[in-house]
């Protein structure tokens, strides 16, 4: 696969249209309306990182992360390196994951399961109370919540959240 990804900066999202759409869709990327799949920054980061697209932006054609960083920087503010790091890992893993948000992905793990994962960077200003009420909303909805932890180095721990009952 190697699509053509145009990017509006202006939005940050890049649109796939009608050939390449199901393929990406049954692949867990991006969200379709129409016959389009929009795509968010961390996924056309990924895709253009492995080689599977190639993007349009301002009438240009870019095939590298390094230049598609470069001609839109302003689209990385939201997001950090450590959410491409762990989006990566996964997807390298076998995994299917979904952009939720900001430092949240909706994984499918191979037997199928879903789990709700929360990117944190080493010293990052996330609180306990914080993280609590992560782990509190992802298994009221019955999802595994999982945090992965991104050290400085750049390496990745995910530790699966559960709640202990005293008997």
């Given at each position: 696969?190697n699509a053509?990804?145009k990017v509006d900066?202006?939005?940050?999202?890049?649109?796939?249209?009608?050939g390449?759409?199901?393929?990406?869709?049954?692949?867990?990327f991006?969200?379709?309306?129409?016959?389009?799949?929009f795509?968010?920054i961390?996924?056309i980061?990924?895709?253009?990182?492995?080689?599977?697209?190639?993007?349009?932006?301002?009438?240009?054609?870019?095939?590298?992360?390094?230049?598609?960083m470069?001609?839109?920087?302003?689209?990385?503010?939201?997001?950090?390196?450590?959410n491409?790091?762990?989006?990566?890992?996964?997807?390298?893993?076998g995994?299917?994951?979904?952009?939720?948000?900001?430092?949240?992905?909706?994984?499918?793990?191979?037997?199928g399961?879903?789990?709700?994962v929360l990117?944190?960077e080493?010293?990052?200003?996330l609180?306990?109370?914080?993280?609590?009420?992560?782990?509190?909303?992802?298994?009221?909805?019955?999802i595994?919540?999982?945090v992965?932890?991104v050290?400085?180095q750049g390496e990745i721990?995910y530790?699966?959240?559960?709640?202990i009952e005293?008997?």
């Amino acid at each position: 696969m190697n699509a053509l990804v145009k990017v509006d900066r202006g939005s940050c999202t890049g649109l796939v249209e009608e050939g390449d759409v199901r393929e990406f869709e049954e692949k867990w990327f991006g969200e379709k309306s129409d016959n389009k799949l929009f795509l968010n920054i961390i996924e056309i980061s990924y895709l253009l990182l492995t080689g599977r697209v190639i993007v349009e932006t301002d009438g240009k054609i870019i095939s590298t992360l390094e230049d598609f960083m470069k001609s839109s920087l302003e689209c990385f503010k939201e997001y950090s390196w450590s959410n491409l790091a762990v989006y990566k890992d996964l997807r390298d893993r076998g995994r299917k994951v979904r952009v939720l948000g900001r430092n949240m992905f909706m994984m499918k793990d191979k037997h199928g399961d879903i789990r709700l994962v929360l990117v944190l960077e080493e010293k990052s200003p996330l609180g306990v109370k914080d993280i609590i009420e992560f782990a509190e909303k992802s298994m009221r909805n019955s999802i595994t919540p999982i945090v992965a932890v991104v050290s400085l180095q750049g390496e990745i721990t995910y530790y699966e959240l559960a709640r202990i009952e005293p008997s």
